[in-house]
């Protein structure tokens, strides 16, 4: 048994407390199992949470999820610490740190005047600040580990602000229907299907940018109305799904869609 005083109320402290404790040869064998790798998964889990919670707008959830997200990184910066790489406080000041210096126009002598002026001169200073001497140094930096439809969105904003981008919409809806047409040829020769696949989905993040929408947002959502049609049709189904024909199959589809629809109305 550890010796550690039982509250009504933690601070920061205590968390850092508790996890030493955790880590330490009289606490729990699988805290002091984890490795950096090893809860790779739940960093992200976690984040996913903490957004699903945001997205639903369910603070009370919210702030459950950001203290599963804020032991995440008490866990790494413990393990980090007990390897002699940084500490939590090191974290801290790191972040600090970077704040200060991507806010010339509130901690220096730097101007702006509105919400784009602000961001500008955030990225100016982080490509400083990483040594991204070309646009090609900052579309590296978009962290591989982004679900890949936000990634995408990344990376072609950061090209958009370097004036590679068209014009109007237009151009990326005819890219759209020349992947989609390439999409067609390789499913029928049976080559480079994931390539022209992921040239498709490329050129549909495009086209959402163009119209202000999200692609990770929009496919979400298309999700969850699978999710909605999808049951409609398990209660429409006179039995088991794989017992019908794919023309029964589609028929439910049709109805659980006109259902949705008019129901929307």
């Known amino acids: 048994m550890v010796s550690f005083k039982i509250a009504k109320r933690y601070k920061m402290g ?12 009289e606490g729990c064998p699988w805290d002091r199992a984890q490795t950096h790798q090893s809860i790779r998964s739940n960093m992200l889990e976690e984040a996913y949470e903490a957004a699903d919670a945001i997205d639903r707008m369910d603070l009370d959830n919210l702030k459950e999820e950001l203290g599963d997200v804020l032991l995440q990184v008490v866990f790494h910066a413990s393990m980090a ?10 974290v801290v000041d790191g972040v600090c740190q970077k704040l200060v210096y991507r806010h010339p126009h509130v ?22 600040e990483k040594g991204q001497r070309t646009i090609a140094d900052s579309l ?5 580990a982004l679900p890949a439809l936000t990634r995408a969105a990344k990376l072609q904003g950061k090209a958009a602000k370097a004036g590679f981008d ?4 237009a151009p990326a809806m005819d890219k759209l229907s020349e992947e989609l047409e390439e999409l067609k040829a390789a499913v029928r020769e049976n080559s480079n299907v994931e390539e022209e696949l992921g040239d498709l989905l490329f050129a549909a993040v495009k086209a959402g940018r163009f119209a202000g ?9 298309a999700c969850e109305k699978f999710i909605r049609r999808f049951r409609r049709v398990e209660e429409l189904a006179p039995g088991p799904l794989s017992a019908l024909e794919i023309p029964e199959l589609e028929e439910l589809w049709r109805r659980a869609k006109a259902a949705e629809r008019k129901k929307e109305a």
């Open 213 to 221: 929408v999200d692609g990770e947002a929009a496919l979400q959502g």
């Open 107 to 128: 901690f220096g002598t730097a101007d702006a005047k509105d919400p784009e002026g602000a961001l500008s001169a955030w990225d100016a200073q982080k490509r400083q």
């Open 14 to 25: 205590d968390l850092l407390e508790i996890m030493e404790l955790l880590r330490s040869p």
């Open 81 to 90: 610490q007990e390897a002699g790489r940084f500490t939590f406080d090191d």
């Open 140 to 144: 590296e930096g978009v962290a591989r």
């Open 166 to 169: 068209w014009k109007d919409p």
